[in-house]
């Protein structure tokens, strides 16, 4: 671990942090946020609309745009085990102790480090060998020294096909082992976190499910990109339609569900139909029990032509 790092870095803007590009350089987790004050400028219709019957809802949330919303009650976080400044985790700490919220921290196994280099086989070889098990138990202990409750998502999305992410490249077999090993190292070091399996919602999806005794809560990614939905479906889906596929897919394992990403682009209706009913409670989704908003701009281009969708709920003349 290199944790050498000040925690001055903590005023440096995440916005300039999110490369195009599969790694990213940052030394402090990203979705701690840097700006409090009220936002200003245009606000879209985005912000998911929130009734007294709707599932918990949360955010990945870097720009402070739900800072002072009170329905928000999951702050997301996303940090790397490797060249990250553990220390500033206390920030986040008490920016969702201040807002009654609950820790969400998706932890990746790699560096964001632009000179990070490792293959898929050479990550996993090591995990299992426990070359990795200290950076685990970093993580996971200072996890522990915080006050709000906190649920560890490791190693996300790992039957994509899109060759984001390092661990995706894994049979799995070797996914389930590597995941078994790093939860039971955490769980030595945190006694009070809930774990979260949290695959895209691709089909296959289930040969990656490592247990029912290191999983707490299953994840999955739901985005709906209009255009993207007229290309490929031959029409406009609705969240319920997105996220259907992949419930089904993981309903079986009798655990919870939540929407671990969620974000959605296009005209506004369609923005406005999924913001009335991304958290509403189904009856067919009866385990759905939150959902998680990616307020940002993706980080990972979708393929040709849609580049990087902008999910962010405030428009793009927003003044900070």
Known sequence: ?????????????????????????????????????????????????????????????????????????????????????????????????????????TVEPWSW??????????????????TYDANMAAVCSTAATLKSDVTIRWAQEMDATDNQFTWSHWKPAEYAAAYRRMVTVCREHNKSAKYMWSPKGEPGLAAFYPGNDVVDIIGLSVFGLQQYDKDKFGKERTFAETLAPGYRLVA??????????????????????????????????????????????????????????????VGDDVVN
């Not at 480090?113 to 426990?130: E, T, V």
């Not at 406005?272 to 998680?292: D, G, H, I, M, S």
């Open 113 to 130: 480090s632009i000179d990070w280099r490792s293959s898929p086989d050479q990550l996993l070889s090591g995990i299992l060998a426990g």
């Open 1 to 105: 671990m290199n944790n050498n790092k000040t925690r001055t870095a903590i005023a440096v803007s995440f916005a300039t942090l999110l490369l195009t590009g599969t790694v990213l350089a940052a030394s402090v987790p990203r979705g701690i946020p840097t700006n409090v004050k009220p936002t200003t400028g245009h606000v879209s219709d985005k912000r998911p609309i929130i009734g007294p019957d709707s599932v918990t809802f949360g955010a990945y949330d870097p720009h402070s745009d739900f800072s002072t919303d009170p329905n928000s009650k999951i702050e997301h976080l996303f940090l790397p085990w490797e060249d990250v400044d553990l220390s500033s985790l206390s920030i986040a700490d008490d920016y969702a102790q201040k807002r009654g919220r609950k820790l969400f921290i």
């Open 252 to 313: 079986g394992f009798g655990k919870p569900v939540v929407v671990a990403e969620l974000g959605y682009e296009g005209d506004s209706a369609y923005v406005r139909n999924w913001a009335e009913n991304a958290a509403k409670q189904y009856p067919e989704f009866p385990q759905l029990t939150a959902v998680v908003y990616f307020n940002d701009k993706e980080v990972y281009p979708w393929p040709r032509p849609y580049g990087l969708p902008n999910w962010r709920v």
